[in-house]
């Protein structure tokens, strides 16, 4: 059905809007499909009226806005432990009237999640990050990295998060998600794809009976990584810290009982042998020792032989082929291996690509393609697993827009785009996915089906809230 946008609104418009007819029938009710249903959205939910017409962050949530936005930046996160609201950077365009008097994220969500848990029957929001920074040049949790972003919504919305990783596949009914908040990620496009992936070469892995879990690898371009992850009964491994460590190329690693490590790999520039130790948390993050020479050679392996200071490292000589081994004894305290016994061996390298402990745990870890994921991707296999990603835990929601690359369209729900781009909106609409059409400033681009998301500077206006009511938005 039709209907004349002038006369609907009374505004002085002769743009026509398509509306369907379920969108004329009462507001949809609990059974509604979450993708089928439509939301009052806000865009720069932060700039409340300094750029628009929205208010604060808690009245627009009582008008039954279900879609909040916020632009974060990484800016002095070592010194704030906390990503920054603002447009263009920290605090631009933000609007503390009714808001938060501070710029860190975590009072802006505390904001949110203060709302939610006051009216526990509110149909789901939807907290959108906006990231206007790359997040993959952090190289540390303590650094701000995705993981602590994770950390960070876990911890702001505790048991009311509908974290992306415990959704199969539709995202089910309103009547099921009512007082539940989901967050996504939008913005910068590398860090939404580090987020579904990662990336590198020659990794290596160790477990040990506590299921913890160490995987190195190199970058490629002559940095060296860690992943820490803890053995769940399930044989999934949740990874727990991720973080640069040095430079250097063909890691391999070994760990005891007691969480304590040896790595070791090649120099980038010459073919020289160094050693790390260091102390794995409760936590997952690594203590690190400095690095330190230990011989010349390549292709360095590893690996704790008894006792849990004992070890053994095989490694070839620079040139001819010949495999050399060392006997070392790891001082924990002192963070030093003592080496002796360097002598040829006929004995093959350590695989360092796959560890067990001594109950028969397994861990594997290798490279390949894995759906849209490249030749590159990070992959790790255990007897019950067959192949998974080494990446960040889901989270959140990772959001496709027009133009990004297909590994961010790989089983995407969350899609979006500009308000005018009529085009895309409605054909994902029509593909069954819940899209978000931002800068919605004009009843003009309205769409058949609507955006799930209009996002819209001007909440309160009529042509707006009559729009929305007449598409049977939900709250």
Known sequence: ?????????????????????????????????????????????????????????????????????????????????????????????????????????????????????????????????????????????????????????????????????????????????????????????????????????????????RGQVVEVHDSGSGTLWYWTGSYGTDGRITWLRHGKYDTGTTPAIALNDSGQLVEVHKSQSADTLWYHTGTLGADGEITWSASRQYDSGVTPTIRFTGGGTTLREIHRAKSGGQNWTWTGTLNAAAGTVAWSGNAKTADALFDAATSTNAAGTRVSVRTGTDGAAPAQTLLYSTGPIATDRIRYPQTAFDEYQSGDAAILQEGALFYAATASNKTFITASRQSGHIVRGWDFDSASYATNPIANYPATNHPSDSWYTTLLTQSGAVS
């Not at 009226?49 to 002095?76: C, M, W, Y």
């Not at 990231?131 to 993959?136: C, S, W």
């Open 1 to 209: 059905m039709k209907f004349r946008l002038a006369a609907a609104l009374g505004i002085a418009c002769a743009a026509t809007l398509a509306v369907p007819v379920a969108s004329l029938a009462a507001a949809p009710g609990d059974s509604l499909p979450f993708a089928s249903a439509v939301f009052r959205a806000t865009h720069n939910s932060y700039s409340g009226n300094v750029d628009g017409s929205k208010g604060p962050i808690t009245a627009q949530l009582d008008s039954g806005v279900r879609f909040i936005e916020f632009d974060i930046h990484d800016n002095d996160y070592a010194a704030n432990r906390d990503y920054s609201i603002g447009h263009n950077g920290p605090g631009d365009a933000v609007d503390h009237t009714g808001n938060p008097g501070s710029n860190l994220l975590r009072d802006w969500l505390q904001t949110v999640n203060t709302w939610s848990a006051a009216h526990p029957a509110h149909a789901p929001i939807v907290v959108m990050l906006d990231l206007k920074d790359n997040l993959t040049d952090n190289p540390s949790y303590a650094a701000g990295n995705l993981l602590a972003l994770n950390q960070e919504l876990r911890d702001a919305f505790g048991s009311r998060l509908l974290m992306a990783k415990d959704v199969p596949g539709a995202l089910g009914t309103i009547g099921s998600l009512r007082g539940r908040v989901l967050t996504l990620l939008s913005g910068d496009a590398g860090t939404r794809t580090e987020y579904r992936r990662d990336v590198g070469y020659h990794p290596a892995v160790a477990v040990n009976a």
